[in-house]
T-cell receptor
Framework: RKEVEQDPGPFNVPEGATVAFNCTYS??????FFWYRQDCRKEPKLLMS???SGNEDGRFTAQLNRASQYISLLIRDSKLSDSATYLC???????????FGGGTRLMVKP | NAGVMQNPRHLVRRRGQEARLRCSPM?????VYWYRQLPEEGLKFMVY????????ESGMPKERFSAEFPKEGPSILRIQQVVRGDSAAYFC????????FGQGTRLTVV
């Protein structure tokens, strides 16, 4: 089993739709969680950190479920510009080793 | 505070030559990661370094590839005797808690 797993997609959604991605992690001792976004041929960029209480940034909501060992990203009112690959990142151990999921590709269509 | 700096941005090498990719982490960051991304594929972890130490090199090919992060100066990813299959984008990230990526080096082997 991979340490961090994501559905690779692609998720094809119309503009204005709400879409959710999940990411599961295998190590229950994981400490920190993040979502990154990568546009085609560009470097990944931090989208948001994921806190235990859940957090929201505009149209984006991230949640952590420690019991089931997954994090989620919800995007409301999808825009064409949201089309990208979304990467789940987990800090697996105290040595600050970050582990990336394989990414979920989102395509928002007019 | 400059971000993660990678150079060169583009590198062309003939088969059999050596490629040296440099990564200067963000100020205050002592952790560096190297990733490789082939066209149309996800990020693949290569190596994780702290100053003067290789922490995890489980993603590095056994031959021709090496990485270092000296006490002074940038981290270097070195590929000896390059082959066409080494053509890819190589991203470096540095972290304290969240990871920040450089813009990558696109290596083309001709």
């Amino acid at each position: 089993r991979k340490e961090v797993e994501q559905d690779p997609g692609p998720f094809n959604v119309p503009e204005g739709a709400t879409v959710a991605f999940n990411c599961t992690y295998s190590n229950s001792a994981s400490q920190s969680f993040f979502w990154y976004r990568q546009d085609c041929r560009k470097e990944p960029k931090l989208l948001m950190s994921v806190y235990s209480s859940g957090n929201e940034d505009g149209r984006f909501t991230a949640q952590l479920n420690r019991a089931s060992q997954y994090i989620s990203l919800l995007i409301r009112d999808s825009k064409l510009s949201d089309s990208a690959t979304y990467l789940c990142v987990v800090n697996i151990n105290a040595g600050n080793m970050l582990t990336f999921g394989g990414g979920t590709r989102l395509m928002v269509k007019p | 505070n400059a971000g993660v700096m990678q150079n060169p941005r583009h590198l062309v090498r003939r088969r059999g030559q050596e490629a040296r990719l440099r990564c200067s982490p963000m100020k205050g960051h002592s952790h560096v990661y190297w990733y490789r991304q082939l066209p149309e594929e996800g990020l693949k972890f290569m190596v994780y370094l702290q100053k003067e130490n290789i922490i995890d090199e489980s993603g590095m090919p056994k031959e021709r590839f090496s990485a270092e992060f000296p006490k002074e100066g940038p981290s270097i990813l070195r590929i000896q005797q390059v082959v066409r299959g080494d053509s890819a984008a190589y991203f470096c990230a540095s972290s304290a808690t969240e990871a920040f990526f450089g813009q990558g080096t696109r290596l083309t082997v001709v």
